[in-house]
Antibody, heavy 118, light 112 residues
Framework: QVQLQESGPGLVKPSETLSLTCAVS?????????WGWIRQPPGKGLECIGT???????YYKPSLKSRVTISVDTSRNQLSLKLSSVTAADTAVYYC???????????WGQGTTVTVSS | QSALTQPASVSGSPGQSITISCTGTSSDVGVYNYVSWYQQHPGRAPKLMIYEVSNRPSGVSTRFSGSKSGNTASLTIYGLQAEDEAIYYC????????????FGGGTKVTVL
């Protein structure tokens, strides 16, 4: 059974860097698959932050591109998200998900809440 | 403003059928058959209900059906049940960035 588990600080100060990891179990992160980070601000809809292919190629939401880095660590079978210069607008539940094909995200982590506040 | 347009809410009585629309453009929904639908209950992660316009993942009820016409995709729920009350999101790839996923704003389904 494929499982994803996000982890990271629940509170980040403004202007600092948000760092999250997503541990993947039951499936090799090196498989022919895309992986995505999606976030959901309180009371709002879903927003794709970016995706990464097993080869390491990435695509980021244009409005976040200058602040985002998504990477994979094949030795630990996990992916990571870094978002720099955060503001209150980055407060959200952050999810990682497996994209089996064409944006169909069939397995999601439970999500982790990140609050940006001093 | 979301990239894909969905109605804010749709409601129906138990046993009825409802349809949720998802309108995009000729650069996303209209050009790709990579439209997905997700169900999200409060406090839970989204669940994939439909992929590639009309395919159901294993374990998803046959009461859920997807289709597409032009730039608009649709999700129909047949025989509405209380547990179907949730927010539903559509998503699509975008022609200019095939590896990037755009979402609709979400539709709250209420079972009366």
């Amino acid at each position: 059974q494929v499982q994803l588990q996000e982890s990271g600080p629940g509170l980040v100060k403004p202007s600092e860097t948000l760092s999250l990891t997503c541990a993947v179990s039951g499936y090799s992160i090196s498989s022919d698959t895309h992986w995505g980070w999606i976030r959901q601000p309180p009371g709002k809809g879903l927003e794709c932050i970016g995706t990464i292919y097993h080869t390491g190629s990435t695509y980021y939401k244009p409005s976040l591109k200058s602040r985002v880095t998504i990477s994979v660590d094949t030795s630990r079978n996990q992916l990571s998200l870094k978002l720099s210069s955060v503001t209150a607008a980055d407060t959200a539940v952050y999810y990682c998900a497996r994209d089996v094909r064409g944006g169909a995200m069939d397995v999601w982590g439970q999500g982790t809440t990140v609050t940006v506040s001093s | 403003q979301s990239a894909l347009t969905q109605p804010a809410s749709v409601s129906g009585s138990p046993g009825q059928s409802i349809t949720i629309s998802c309108t995009g453009t000729s650069s996303d929904v209209g050009v790709y058959n990579y439209v997905s639908w997700y169900q999200q209950h409060p406090g839970r992660a989204p669940k994939l209900m439909i992929y590639e316009v009309s395919n159901r993942p294993s374990g998803v009820s046959t009461r859920f059906s997807g289709s597409k016409s032009g730039n608009t995709a649709s999700l129909t729920i047949y025989g509405l049940q209380a547990e179907d009350e949730a927010i539903y999101y559509c998503s699509s790839q975008r022609l200019s960035a095939p590896d990037y996923i755009i979402f609709g704003g979400g539709t709250k389904v209420t079972v009366l």
